[in-house]
């Protein structure tokens, strides 16, 4: 059995940072960030967690979607910057929108949405569930290095969440994990252990951009031939592609690699930066809303980041 999507929705802080004011913290420049990402402003939580904003996020899906929280049978989250370890950015919306299913987390860093749709899809496939939601929450403001210029002007805090029913319109999907953290990684911070033999790393994202660059052009391209062969399509034959938000020539280098042409991306990064795991259903939701799809579009989603890791899928309108 596979899945359908019953209704989307998004959310995203009200205080917006530009280039301008990033650039009165750091030494960076407008023309710079819209050059080389291609990012204008990014919304940052002041007070929200990841946890306020996915429940803002899936009200709005269970709305889109037509039913109550009390009819959900799982919750699957996805986010790299909870505000605690426990409880889980799931069971805390869980608790905000009254629903009383069963709610954890899956961490994939940026591909982590496309693995929680992907984990709910194959619990449904298991049968016994009518409604699931699956979100993508990220407060990254809380993880950045604010003095890092490299990192802090990419990313913005928001979430995005599906409700997902049995269905037949998940065509494809595939996901994909390189192990290694030195390409990409995000340390928890020191706790204050006597017994560690070495000093551990601050709370901060660490990222080597032209590696992180390479590995998401590769797996952007191969993972969408992939999962146009598995449903015996041509990617030329995707009628829309949300991809992860992290890098305008990221997303125009791999569209001139497989050849479609860059009207057929969803593209939002000039107003959120990189939101993790939350972009792809934030771009996803703003595509749904725009009125522009049809019944029966095919439309593709891909996504990657930490891990190292990438995920895509296929699903029909
Ligand atoms: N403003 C001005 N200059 C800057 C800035 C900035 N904000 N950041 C870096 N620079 C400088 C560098 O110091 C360097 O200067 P130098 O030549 O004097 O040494 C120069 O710009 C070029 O730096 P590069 O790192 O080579 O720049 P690049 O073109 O690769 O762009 C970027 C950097 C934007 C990070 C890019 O590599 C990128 O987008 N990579 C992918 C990141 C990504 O997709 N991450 C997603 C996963 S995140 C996750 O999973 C949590």
């Not at 420049?29 to 940052?44: F, T």
């Not at 987390?105 to 709910?120: E, K, Q």
């Amino acid at each position: 059995m596979s899945i359908q999507i019953l209704g989307t929705g998004a959310y995203v802080p009200e205080r917006i940072v530009t280039n301008d004011d990033l650039s009165r913290m750091v030494d960076t420049s407008d023309e710079w960030i819209q050059q080389r990402v291609g990012v204008r402003e990014r919304h940052v939580s002041v007070s929200e967690s990841a946890a306020d904003m996915g429940a803002k996020a899936a009200q709005r899906a269970l709305e889109a979607a037509g039913i109550t929280a009390d009819q959900l049978d799982l919750i699957v989250g996805a986010t790299v910057s909870p505000d605690r370890i426990c409880p889980s950015v799931s069971a805390s919306v869980q608790e905000q929108i009254g629903a009383s299913c069963p709610a954890f987390d899956v961490n994939s860093a940026c591909s982590g949405f496309l693995f929680a749709l992907d984990t709910a899809a194959a619990f449904i496939a298991r049968g016994g569930i009518r409604y699931a939601l699956v979100l993508g929450a990220e407060r990254l403001s809380r993880i950045v290095d604010w003095s890092d210029r490299s990192t802090c002007v990419i990313f913005g805090d928001g979430a995005g969440a599906f409700v997902i029913a049995p269905g037949e319109n998940y065509l494809a999907s595939h996901l994909f994990t390189q192990g290694g953290d030195s390409v990409l990684a995000i340390p928890l911070g020191k706790g204050n252990s006597p017994f560690y033999e070495k000093e551990e790393e601050p709370l901060a994202v660490h990222m080597s951009g032209q590696e992180t660059f390479k590995f998401a052009v590769k797996q952007i391209v191969g993972g969408l031939n992939l999962i146009a062969e598995q449903a015996g399509v041509t990617p030329d034959q995707f009628d829309y592609i949300v991809p992860h938000q992290a890098n305008y020539r990221i997303i125009d280098l791999a569209a001139r690699r497989l050849g479609i042409p860059m009207e057929r991306f969803m593209l939002n990064l000039d107003r959120y930066g990189n939101t993790s795991s939350a972009s792809v259903p934030i771009s996803f939701d703003e595509l749904a809303r725009s009125g522009k799809l049809k019944k029966g579009d095919l439309i593709a989603m891909c996504a990657f980041g930490g891990g190292l890791s990438s995920a895509a899928c296929l699903i029909r309108w």
